[in-house]
């Protein structure tokens, strides 16, 4: 009989991984009411007004791009985003408040209305901020959508605002809700000759105040 326990020890252990692989193998279940869903899901999102994300980021313009990491702390009537290169390298730090936008890089401290406008003009890096700071919580922005679909769960999966394309590849759970683990944003080049820009974003940790 003593002879018997570890075989039913690994028996014990094989059933269990088994069930873990199957578990993690089973794809996200279908919603009965996928709209339902959405709109409390929206009103979750809308609620919170402090969030700090950290993520791995990559921009392409055509034949040019690059990676960094991305660190954003967002607020109520503010955010700071910041971005760094390799070995730790500060790309741009940017704080965006009600006075307007201030930039600091390499080549020095600026200042401007428009987030988006500076941090392009200054670093290339062609981010939709304003637009972003909704979109990373898997909601639209304020202001008219162009089109949008969800997933089997409820979730946005497809969202066009802005000129931009975004895409939801992944959700990770939270105590206030699914949030995007991965989404990809693009932006059609209109003028001739003028490259799609697409961004990647991986977001690797999640704080909520």
């Known amino acids: 009989m003593m002879r018997a326990l570890p075989a039913l020890r690994l028996f014990a252990v094989v059933l269990f991984t088994a069930l873990l692989s199957a578990c993690a193998g089973i794809p996200p279940q279908p919603v009965s009411h996928p709209q339902q869903v959405w709109r409390a899901h929206v009103v979750r999102m809308q609620a919170i007004t402090r969030f700090m994300v950290s993520a791995e980021g990559g921009v392409r313009a055509g034949t040019h791009g690059g990676t960094l990491l991305l660190h954003w702390r967002v607020h109520p009537h503010a955010y700071q985003m910041t971005g760094y290169g390799p070995f730790g390298r500060l790309i741009f730090r940017l704080r965006v408040n009600a006075t307007g936008a201030r930039l600091r890089t ?50 946005l999966a497809r969202l066009r605002q802005e000129g931009w394309v975004v895409r939801y590849r992944r959700y990770r759970a939270t105590h206030l809700g699914r949030v995007p683990r991965l989404l990809t944003l693009t932006y059609p080049g209109h003028a001739p000759g003028a490259p799609s820009v697409i961004v990647t974003i991986r977001i690797d940790r999640w704080g909520f105040a």
């Open 106 to 155: 390499a080549r020095g401290r600026f200042r401007g209305r428009d987030a988006a406008v500076l941090l392009r003009r200054l670093t290339g890096w062609h981010l939709p901020v304003a637009g972003l700071r909704y979109w990373i919580l898997g909601i639209p922005a304020p202001g008219p959508v162009t089109a949008q679909g969800l997933d089997r769960r409820g979730l």
